[in-house]
């Protein structure tokens, strides 16, 4: 029940100045206001509903073990009611059935996951400062260096040693906030030279967005920060979707340098925040693994692992995915990039078609990528997308020549590792080969994943190698 059920003894609604509530409640937002008035940032006014309690949600009965674990969410169906009258995205107390203290976090009455744990310590004020540490405590893991070697301000997108930059230092592209990995949840910062682009996913975030653009401004100094919020998955937390420049002005070109190679990122209608970050060891992995080969690469978006697989020597590359724009970069990044175009071949079509095809057709291949969009958004979604993979990845395995490579991802958070390996297995078996694991693959470094949040691990993959007999 997420229904803001009053507590049985809660006080009715009075005019607040005189409620003794109301006074406690603004004693302890009074360490935000505190801070609104000392700092030069911009947070959003403490929480003003009307209700004579402080706004906290109580568990039923047993529902508070995966919070004793430190498992940041709290769905719908573990609440047993909510008291005082806690505003979209603001802070309240997440209490136990004996109403012990469990959490800080953020409210959503419309998303399956009614809260979003920002701290585990009842003594820290969900505020300025909190977002200020919690952003410098991202910052500093993937940027090691010494302020002085980093220029004036701490974290200064022009100064050295970002981590995940790949070869441009000036250019390179970083997921500075990975969510709720990163203590943040729902907030995705990444880096694309000196533009960053912030994704917001949860109401809570949504509330501390400009508190986090200022925050970010002033400890990285970058051109422009830019909010790409229009996920399908923000309307599973009621949220419309939001695209534009919050801090300065967006620069022509975004490009990012990663391990010598350039791309142009999309940052106004490219996917998610322009370009998939995630997969930029994996990417450095495929070139490794393509000399002399024929190689597949299907949804391919704006080329990366086609990029890396020409210029680690490949025979051949035909990319496919289903979207023009992401095609016409691709093509152009090619170009930038010296490399053979005539070792290129782009097509535009459905990946699932696509294969069927190129099977019809007789055709082979040494090394195929399939690199496909989230099917599985939540665990709700894991049979469809289950048959999803199992389809696409069926097709590759037949499309192998004996000894050929299959780099095979899921992006979907609902699809576990084990039920991954397990899909890819049910694949080999049906398509009659067998193959080896060779590498179990995932997002790079700058996407950590919190190891009491599972769910942060949506990105894995598996290169396989086919028997010498093929299939
Ligand atoms: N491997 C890429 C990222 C792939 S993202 C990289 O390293 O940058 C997934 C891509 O799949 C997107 O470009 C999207 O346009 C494409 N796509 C989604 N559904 C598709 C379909 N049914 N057929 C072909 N492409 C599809």
């Not at 049985?8 to 009074?30: A, E, I, L, M, V």
């Not at 529902?63 to 609440?79: D, M, N, Q, T, Y």
């Not at 024929?294 to 086609?306: A, E, H, K, P």
């Not at 290129?344 to 291949?365: C, I, P, T």
Request: include cysteine; hydrophobic fraction near 35%.
């Amino acid at each position: 029940m997420t229904g803001q059920k009053t507590k049985s003894h809660s006080t009715p609604h009075r005019p607040s100045q005189g409620n003794r509530d109301f006074r406690n409640r603004t004693k302890r937002d009074g360490k935000h206001s505190g801070e609104r008035q000392t700092t030069p940032y911009n947070a959003p006014k403490p929480l003003t509903g009307n209700a004579a309690v402080q706004p906290a949600i109580i568990l039923k009965v047993g529902r508070e073990k995966s919070l004793l674990r430190r498992h940041p969410w709290v769905f719908s169906g573990a609440i047993e009611r909510v008291d005082g009258a806690p505003a979209s995205g603001g802070t309240l107390a997440v209490r136990d059935a004996s109403e012990n203290f469990l959490a800080w976090a953020s409210y959503n009455a419309s998303s399956q996951i009614t809260a979003r744990v920002w701290s585990w310590h009842e003594e820290e004020a969900i505020g300025v400062e909190f977002f200020r540490s919690r952003i410098s405590n991202a910052l500093a893991v993937r940027n090691p260096q010494p302020r002085r070697e980093r220029g004036d301000k701490p974290f200064s997108l022009r100064g050295k040693g970002w981590e995940g930059g790949g070869g441009g230092i000036e250019k390179g592209g970083a997921r500075l906030i990975h969510a709720e990995s990163d203590g943040l949840p729902g907030l995705v910062v990444d880096r694309y030279g000196d533009a960053l682009v912030m994704q917001i996913g949860s109401a809570g975030a949504e509330r501390w967005r400009d508190t986090c653009a200022d925050i970010l401004q002033d400890l990285c100094n970058p051109a422009c920060i830019y909010e790409r919020s229009d996920s399908d998955s923000r309307e599973l937390e009621g949220l419309e979707p939001r695209n534009g420049v919050l801090r300065g002005a967006l620069p022509e070109n975004v490009e990012v340098v990663e391990h010598g190679l350039r791309f142009k990122v999309d940052v106004v209608a490219g996917q998610k925040t322009g370009f998939y970050l995630d997969q930029r060891d994996n990417r450095a992995l495929t070139e490794t693994l393509a000399r002399d080969k024929d190689v597949l690469n299907c949804f391919c978006y704006t080329g990366g692992f086609s990029l890396y697989a020409l210029r680690g020597g490949a025979k051949s590359v035909l990319s496919i995915d289903a979207s023009g724009d992401a095609l016409r970069i691709a093509a152009e990044n090619l170009a930038t990039n010296n490399l053979d175009a005539a070792r290129a071949e782009w097509l535009k079509a459905d990946v699932f078609q696509a294969l069927r095809k190129l099977r019809d057709q007789g055709r082979s291949f040494d090394f195929i990528i399939l690199d496909p969009p989230k099917f599985a958004p939540t665990a709700a979604f894991a049979e469809k997308a289950a048959r999803g993979y199992k389809d696409i990845n069926l097709l590759g395995f037949k499309l192998l020549r004996p000894g050929g490579l299959l780099a095979t991802y899921s992006c979907s958070g609902g699809i576990s590792e084990d039920m991954f390996q397990k899909i890819i297995a049910g694949a080999a078996l049906d398509a009659g080969v067998d193959a080896q694991i060779v590498h179990h693959l995932h997002a790079s470094a700058d996407h950590p994943v919190l190891l009491s949040f599972p769910e942060g691990a949506y990105l894995k993959g598996l290169v396989l190698r086919v028997g010498p007999q093929g299939g």
